[in-house]
Nanobody
Framework: IHVEESGGGLVQSGGSLRLSCATSGFTFSSYFMNWVRQAPGKERELVATIDHQGMTQYAASVKGRFTISRDNDKKTLYLQMDNLKVEDSALYLC??????WGPGTEVTVSS
């Protein structure tokens, strides 16, 4: 089983990034998928969830700015992040049903 995030980086406040999470080794289309973030000194936060039918849920802190999506053919999860804020800076991780996790990709938003 392989889960790997990409697309993080340094961006100015108000900018955008698109994260990807490539997977293999399990039936991607059958799992609900999550984006989670971990900032230094803060608790891990569930950012967004998408179920196997495409239904989505968002944390209040990102609703209206972030969009989670999935491509079941490519077995890939995405997170489009717009209007980024300094407080969005964190390590972003994806997981499949809280079972299979990637190492994360770092997002840094500068003021």
């Amino acid at each position: 089983i392989h889960v790997e995030e990409s697309g993080g980086g340094l961006v100015q406040s108000g900018g955008s990034l698109r994260l990807s999470c490539a997977t293999s080794g399990f039936t991607f289309s059958s799992y609900f998928m999550n984006w989670v973030r971990q900032a230094p000194g803060k608790e891990r936060e569930l950012v967004a969830t998408i179920d196997h039918q495409g239904m989505t849920q968002y944390a209040a802190s990102v609703k209206g700015r972030f969009t989670i999506s999935r491509d079941n053919d490519k077995k890939t999860l995405y997170l489009q992040m717009d209007n980024l804020k300094v407080e969005d800076s964190a390590l972003y991780l994806c997981n499949a049903a809280n079972l299979y996790w990637g190492p994360g990709t770092e997002v840094t938003v500068s003021s």
